[in-house]
């Protein structure tokens, strides 16, 4: 028993020795291993505390256009109804699209600090002859630029219903192409999509809008002004009815202006009252939202567009302070 038990012992040892061995080479190498890889996160950081190169961007690399045109690009043709343009002068900006994406200009003359702005067309082709008077006004300041005082910004947008005017010079041009009276969808504290008809204008049918501002044209003009500070406001109609002061009820710096504006035109202040009530109007919303002063200006009738008249206006209009 005893000489078989010797050399089974020798075995158990020489088992457990090997064991012991292995164990302790795996853990040495785990050892090893874990430490070398702190070495190397460590040299990671230190490569990224190093200052990187400063990386230059080619200046042309990313904003130019392919040089070879996509065959299959058709550029929009941005038409307006009665094309304008100065032979020599500045361009106009285009502030937004009508329904039938015919665009929306604004002419600037002057750089100072007060800002004017002209409307003309809020309803098309209607009132054709106050675009035509825009047009006029814009070709005069600009071979007279010493027209606008040195700290007046004037802005002229031309035409706000350019699809009216495209459809008819006439009744049929009035409202834009979803039907709606654009001088009624202002967003204004009175705007309604239905109003009595007694006294108001009634050859067609005609609505508010969805919502006050729910059309292309009438937020391109919002949008403008309120990323402007105009101070002083007139949107040409025609006709024959006068001077309509901003505000419900009229504001008192509105008031001043349209009384300015008379004197300066002959055209009636206060005007003719046929009892129609105006809701949504732009100068009522203007007024409501940070301009100085506002009017709706009417022209003498459908036809001409009183230049001279309007001059004297121009003139008026640059000097009032609201
Ligand atoms: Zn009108």
Not at 54 to 62: E, F, G
Not at 178 to 194: A, I, Q, Y
Not at 278 to 295: F, H, I, K, P, S
Request: with cysteine; net charge negative.
């Amino acid at each position: 028993m005893s000489r078989r038990k010797k050399p089974s012992h020798a075995w158990v040892y020489i088992i457990w020795g090997v064991n012991v061995l292995a164990l302790l080479t795996v853990l040495g190498v785990a050892i090893l291993n874990t430490s070398s890889l702190r070495a190397s996160a460590a040299d990671e950081t230190l490569a990224t505390i190093a200052p990187a190169p400063t990386r230059v961007i080619p200046p042309t690399l990313y904003f130019l256009p392919t040089l070879t045109p996509n065959p299959r690009y058709t550029p929009p043709a941005f038409e307006t109804s009665t094309p304008f343009e100065l032979a020599e002068g500045p361009r106009p900006t285009i502030i937004g699209f009508s329904l039938s994406a015919r665009p929306i200009e604004v002419y600037t003359f002057g750089a100072g600090e007060r800002e004017y702005l002209i409307v003309a067309g809020i309803h098309g082709g209607y009132e054709w002859n106050t675009i035509a008077l825009a047009n006029e006004l814009i070709t005069h300041i600009n071979e007279h630029p010493e027209t606008i005082p040195s700290d007046v910004t004037l802005y002229i947008i031309r035409n706000m219903n350019p699809d009216g005017e495209a459809r008819a010079h006439g009744v049929d041009g009035r409202v834009n192409n979803n039907g709606v009276d654009l001088n009624r969808n202002f967003p204004s504290e009175n705007w309604v999509e239905e109003w009595d008809r007694n006294g108001c204008w009634i050859y067609r049918p005609t609505t508010g809008g969805l919502y006050g501002g729910s059309e292309p044209e009438t937020r391109s003009v919002m949008s403008f002004i309120q990323s402007h500070e105009i101070e002083v406001l007139i949107s040409y109609h025609s006709a024959a009815l006068g001077v309509f002061p901003g505000g419900v009820p009229w504001t008192e710096p509105s008031k001043k202006l349209a009384n300015a504006l008379s004197k300066a035109t002959g055209y009636p202040y206060p005007p003719i009252d046929t009892g129609c009530e105006y809701t949504g109007t732009l100068a009522d919303w203007a007024v409501e939202n940070g301009v100085g002063a506002a009017v709706d200006m009417e022209l003498s009738n459908h036809r001409d567009t009183d230049f001279q008249e309007n001059l004297k206006a121009l003139k008026a209009f640059l000097n009032f302070n609201p």
